[in-house]
């Protein structure tokens, strides 16, 4: 069965305290893999695509990388700005849809 | 930068009663979409749109759903007797592409549906 898994759930963080969001995936066939940031009572708003296995993808203080079977979204020194949730997807090879995770839920403490 | 546009952002209406929820995707975009999220849960596929006709559906979009797009700017979600469970925020999303390349779609902002 297809699946993608967020972990943590919650991460609370003091400013300026790196992390690293994982996003774990099942599919049969991988076509791109996600980011969004998603603020309470928002849409989604996109960070980044990852293609293939070994790809990075920055931004900002965020940093996005790839393997055969997870993702990891890599925050540094985070500020207050950065609490969000954010989703992981998947666009699996014969689907025209993503697939999301349930998120992580990123709080960083002043 | 081009926006999806969703109103109403929030609408309760009573169990048994139909509800259209409006989209304007963005201008030069082909593909539509419409996802859900029950508070505190993933985001979950509806339903993809494409040269007027829908082109994928999941399971949760069954015979008390339909989707139109009357005009060349709106796209709309009919929900025909709302049960309970529908309650959720509704999010229209748009491409320029089927292969989600670059950007992924576009969200709108939503529209928090409450059966009561």
């Known amino acids: 069965e297809d699946q993608v898994t967020q972990s943590p759930e919650a991460l609370r963080l003091q400013e300026g305290e790196s992390s690293s969001l994982n996003c774990s995936y099942t599919v049969s066939g991988l076509r791109g893999l996600f980011w969004y940031r998603q603020d309470p009572g928002k849409g989604p708003e996109f960070l980044f695509t990852?293609?293939?296995a070994g790809e990075e993808k920055e931004k900002e203080r965020l940093k996005a990388t790839l393997t055969k079977k997870e993702s990891f979204l890599h925050i540094t020194a985070p500020k207050p700005e950065d609490s969000a949730t954010y989703l992981c997807a998947v666009h699996q090879t014969g689907a025209n849809n993503l697939f999301f995770g349930t998120g992580t839920r990123l709080t960083v403490i002043p | 930068e081009p926006e999806v546009t969703q109103t109403p952002s929030h609408q309760v209406t009573q169990m048994g009663q139909e509800v259209i929820l409006r989209c304007v995707p963005i201008?030069?975009?082909?593909?539509f979409y419409w996802y859900r999220q029950i508070l505190g849960q993933k985001v979950e596929f509806l339903v993809s749109f494409y040269n007027n006709e829908i082109s994928e559906k999941s399971e949760i979009f069954d015979d008390q759903f339909s989707v139109e797009r009357p005009d060349g700017s709106n796209f709309t979600l009919k929900i025909r007797s709302t049960k309970l469970e529908d309650s959720a925020m509704y999010f229209c999303?748009?491409?320029?592409?089927?292969?989600?390349?670059?950007?992924?779609?576009?969200f709108g902002s939503g529209t928090r549906l409450t059966v009561v």
């Open positions: 201008s030069n975009h082909l593909y």
């Open positions: 990852l293609y293939s």
């Open positions: 999303a748009s491409s320029s592409s089927s292969y989600l390349g670059r950007g992924g779609y576009t």
